[in-house]
């Protein structure tokens, strides 16, 4: 069964930096655009960043200058570095991949379950 577990979360300051890593498991043939949501108490999830299998990035404007996608396809993982932190950035990130479980397959998405991010003083 294909699982996307994240990690990296935590409690930083404002002004701070976090990495969060998203390794891909179980048996599948590839992945596709991998990338990083995120939900705010009481918000719609929105899109923080997407990579292609290429490693061609995008980023939502509220992120971008601060935030790096990045990914190893050998390691099957996508990382999000993320500098300068502001409270407004509070939220459980989320990883998406899109993903073949054999070679000739649909695509399907996939969802992780989250790393909560805290930023506060």
């Known amino acids: 069964q294909v699982q996307l577990v994240e990690s990296g979360g935590g409690l930083v300051q404002p002004g701070g930096s976090l990495r969060l890593s998203c390794a891909a498991s179980g048996s599948f043939f590839s992945i596709n655009a991998m990338g990083w949501y995120r939900q705010a108490p009481g918000k719609q999830r929105e899109l923080v960043a997407l990579?292609?299998?290429?490693?061609?990035?995008n980023y939502s404007d509220s992120v971008k200058g601060r935030f790096t996608i990045s990914r190893d396809n050998a390691k099957n993982t996508v990382y999000l570095q993320m500098n300068s932190l502001k409270p407004e950035d509070t939220a459980v990130y989320i990883c998406?991949?899109?993903?073949?479980?054999?070679?000739?397959?649909?695509?399907?998405?996939?969802w992780g379950k989250g790393t909560l991010v805290t930023v506060s003083s």
């Open positions: 990579i292609s299998r290429g490693g061609s990035p």
């Open positions: 998406n991949a899109d993903m073949r479980e054999r070679r000739f397959s649909a695509v399907i998405n996939y």
